[in-house]
């Protein structure tokens, strides 16, 4: 019998076996549905003296020994079929691989002639393998495959420590001695030696970026900034990419100079190349001259792009009126004051008043001390007394006495002096006792500025596209292909491209200069090249808000500073169209290079024209301010982690409550308790304004807006000012000898006050000092009072409550407060002692004083 393990790929013999003469075969085997039968088909006539003694049946793992029954061939009766020889068993066979073979029948010479094949059948296929039940699926082919396996090489010996240029290199060579001992060429012009040296390379570059995946896939290990910014913002970590300075510009002339478009100017800093000869106004063609690195750009800032700039003769040094009065200051924490308007009546010439000055609600002005106070030099002015200030208000006005037209301006709380300012004095005997005014002034024609300097022209684009098959309907249709664009992630040419808080028109001065580095865009504007108004595309710091058709860019900086632009997919934010190309206008700078100090400012340049003016001077009499560096790495590292935990997000505790309330600006603290209603929680939210006692009705309203996104479900939000205590304080002083009382006395009720002293500081009840807590506390009152001079000793001799609400154990016993040493007050009440005659319900303060004169 030939051995059936052989196992071929190309089955030759069996084209020859076919409708050959002289030999037949076994092509295959068919099992009944009821498995008690088989169906033999031949490669040609199905031997006629075939007996049940000549089929042998082999194998079987639980059924064996099936015998054959009968032998009958089927007739098809058609052409296109063949017959069958029909071999019925005794019983089913298991599901395991049996043989069935045609032997010749056994002699009496022995078993030798049972194991040779039936006469005329080709030892090859005279046997055949075959299975009652099948194991496989019905689309699945069962046929075993009988090719042959490929050899099984040896794998070689690979060192994983190999990841540079050179050791993989020595890699390769040695790799290449065992395989090709013939080979021993070392030599660099050697074709293999070329062919080793770029395989290495490229695994060297392979591996590079195999390593860099791995490390930049965490926030620990990565180390590029576009990695990190991306971590980072998955915790909700804003990474900030640094933010330009600001600063204010005067201009000071002698004639009114303007309109000019804000737009096609900028001012720069002095440099020593440009000398005192070039004047205040240089032109954009004799900048481009010197070299860039020598100076700092600031271009002006409005809200509107089509502002212009005036400047007014009459702006640039205003006086301020003291109504006649000499030896005069503004105090610190003044909101208000007087501007003379021109000549006095009768100096121009005219019945009416010579008004020169021009201001509005919505300029600002700087206060400058110009001269020092105790000697009247210029070089004796403090730099540091100087302030900017917003407008509110201006009010025409005329000092009928001294026949003055004057202006009276308001400006905001938030911009109120921080410190005296002197406007006039008399000096000293040293300097015979001259009186001075005008120790300080006002400028106007001031102008915002910002830090950066505009970019070349740097177009990107076109937007690539790419072909995009689409689905199959059904057999046989035929394929849409579409144009689709292709991922577009251009770079800006330039480094080191401006990030800046976008900027909006404050109520004050202080508000227009401040930035957060963390709400700071890229300074780029994006314009599609040919495309209509209104269809640039906006910079964000992501694209989760953004939506199918806005038109958002997010800009990515790397380590180098160099800009790279991140486009939206078509779900969270647009997607630009193939071909479509983009005009960029940009900024670059920033950072805390810009925070030059004040008279640093000292030229306006225009960026075409010239302008001809004699004696205009630039300058910014207070120093740019708001300039900051990227954000450290490593300080992200560390922050990011946990910074999720210090936002608070939702209100649950009554801490909550007033922990959120007191992020408004306006609130010097606020409390909150819960209290159960008898059906639900209501979260009681009481707040102290900064710099009052009685909250607005308005000021209500709002932290009760913007505490209701993070109420919590099912909680009641109340909003309601702080239940004031009245204090009622009697203390006994004792003066030194020498001191009259009635000067102690004044003093005592400064210190005891709640106003604003001249010195700037607060009296020992100003409402600023007095807030939410768990009492007032009687050291600091007497150490206070002792501190002031003149007071020899003090003794407290009442000091309680003045309502009747309170812990009704200490109503009763009015001595406990000055026992103990605190008056206690509940979680939401404040402290009061205005020591107003009129409203004695806000507190009261006796003085007994004795000694002194």
């Not at 010479?109 to 039940?133: I, K, N, S, T």
């Not at 271009?299 to 006649?324: M, N, Y």
């Not at 030099?377 to 001294?402: G, I, S, W, Y």
């Amino acid at each position: 019998m030939a051995n059936d393990a052989l196992a071929c790929a190309r089955l030759v013999r069996l084209a020859r076996l076919f409708n050959n003469p002289r030999w037949n075969g076994v092509d295959f085997v068919e099992v009944s549905d009821a498995q008690r039968s088989l169906c033999v088909h031949f490669f040609g006539a199905i031997p006629e003296d075939l007996t049940v003694a000549n089929v042998r049946i082999e194998g079987g793992r639980r059924i064996r020994d099936i015998r054959v029954l009968a032998l009958a061939i089927d007739r098809s009766g058609d052409p296109d079929h063949d017959d069958c020889l029909r071999i019925t068993l005794d019983k089913i066979g298991d599901s395991s691989t049996y043989r069935l073979c045609f032997v010749e029948v056994a002699t009496a010479l022995g078993q030798a002639a049972r194991e040779r094949p039936f006469h005329g059948l080709d030892p090859r296929y005279a046997c055949v393998q075959f299975r009652f039940r099948l194991d496989c699926a019905a689309d699945i082919d069962c046929r075993s495959d009988s090719s042959c396996a490929p050899p099984v090489l040896p794998a070689p010996e690979i060192d994983y420590l190999a990841k540079d240029y050179a050791s993989l290199r020595r890699l390769m060579l040695d790799r290449l001695a065992l395989t090709m001992p013939a080979w021993r060429e070392q030599h660099v012009p050697d074709l293999g030696v070329t062919l080793v040296e770029l395989l290495a390379y490229t695994a060297d570059y392979l591996s590079y970026y195999q390593d860099a995946v791995a490390t930049e896939a965490y926030l620990d290990t990565a180390r590029q900034r576009i990695s990190v910014r991306r971590h980072v913002r998955l915790i909700d970590y804003r990474m900030h990419e640094g933010c330009n300075a600001r600063a204010w510009v005067t201009l000071e002339s002698a004639s009114d100079v303007g309109p000019l478009p804000l737009a096609g100017l900028y001012f720069i800093t002095g440099f020593a190349q440009l000398g005192a000869q070039a004047g205040a106004v240089l032109s954009h063609d004799t900048l481009a001259r010197y070299p860039a690195s020598a100076y700092e750009v600031f271009e002006p800032l409005a809200s509107d792009p089509q502002a212009q700039l005036r400047v007014r003769a009459a702006h640039s040094r205003i006086g301020l009126h003291t109504w006649g009065d000499s030896e005069c200051c503004l105090p610190a924490g003044a909101t208000r004051a007087t501007l003379r308007d021109g000549a006095p009546l009768g100096e121009g010439g005219g019945d009416g008043p010579a008004r020169v000055l021009d201001l509005k609600p919505g300029d600002v002005l700087i206060f400058e001390e110009v001269r020092g106070p105790t000697t009247g030099a210029v070089a004796d002015a403090d730099p540091a007394h100087r302030h900017a200030v917003l407008l509110t208000a201006v009010t025409p006005a005329l000092d009928e006495l001294l026949g003055q037209p004057v202006l009276e301006i308001e400006w905001a709380a938030a911009d109120a002096l921080p410190f005296a300012l002197c406007l006039s004095a008399r000096l000293s005997p040293q300097y015979d006792c001259v009186r001075i005014d005008d120790i300080t002034i006002a400028h106007g024609n001031v102008v915002l500025v910002d830090h950066g300097r505009r970019a070349a022209a740097d177009p990107l684009g076109p937007v690539p596209a790419q072909s995009e098959l689409g689905e199959c309907a059904c057999d046989g249709s035929v394929l849409e292909t579409s144009t689709v664009p292709a991922v577009f992630r251009p770079t800006l040419a330039a480094h080191g491209l401006v990030w800046r808080e976008p900027f909006q028109a404050a109520g004050t001065a202080a508000a227009m200069l401040a930035q957060d580095p963390r709400q700071a865009l890229p300074d780029l504007v994006l314009a599609e090249r040919g495309g209509a108004p209104g269809t640039d595309w906006e910079p964000r710091y992501d694209l989760l808000a953004s939506g199918p058709e806005d038109r958002h860019v997010v800009v990515e900086m790397d380590d180098t500073r160099r800009a790279h632009l991140r486009f939206g997919d078509g779900d969270l934010g647009r997607r630009p169209d193939a071909g479509t190309g983009f005009d960029t206008r940009y900024r670059t700078g920033g950072g805390a290079a810009g925070n030059v100090g004040h008279d640093a400012i000292a030229y306006l340049v225009l960026r075409a024209g010239v302008l001809d003016v004699a004696g205009l001077v630039v300058r910014n009499p207070l120093p740019a301010r708001g300039g900051v560096e990227p954000e450290p790495l490593d300080e992200v590292r560390q922050f990011a982690p946990a910074a999720f935990r210090r936002q608070r997000l939702r209100a649950v505790t009554a801490a909550d409550y007033a922990e959120l309330a007191q992020q408004d600006e306006r609130l010097q603290r606020a409390a909150a308790d819960l209290s159960w209603t008898g059906s639900w929680y209501e979260a009681r939210v009481a707040i102290d304004p900064l710099g009052a006692e009685a909250a607005e009705p308005a000021l209500l309203a709002q932290v009760d807006a913007m505490l209701q996104p993070y109420r919590r479900i099912g909680h009641d939000l109340a909003i309601a000012p702080a239940r004031y205590v009245p204090v009622a304080l009697s203390l006994q002083v004792c003066v030194l000898p020498h001191y009259t009382r009635g000067e102690v006395r004044g003093r005592l009720l400064q210190v005891l006050g709640n106003r604003r002293l001249a010195d700037g500081s607060t009296g020992l009840f100003h409402p600023d000092n007095l807030s939410f807590g768990e009492g007032l506390y009687l050291s600091p009152i007497v150490a206070a009072v002792a501190a002031v001079e003149g007071v020899q000793n003090v003794t407290v001799l009442r000091f309680e409550r003045a309502d009747q609400g309170g812990d009704p154990a200490v109503a009763a016993d009015p001595g406990a407060p000055i026992n103990t040493g605190v008056l206690a007050l509940g979680p939401m009440e404040i402290a009061q002692l205005d020591n107003d005659p009129d409203f004695p319900e806000n507190g009261t303060l006796t003085l007994l004083l004795g000694g002194g004169r």
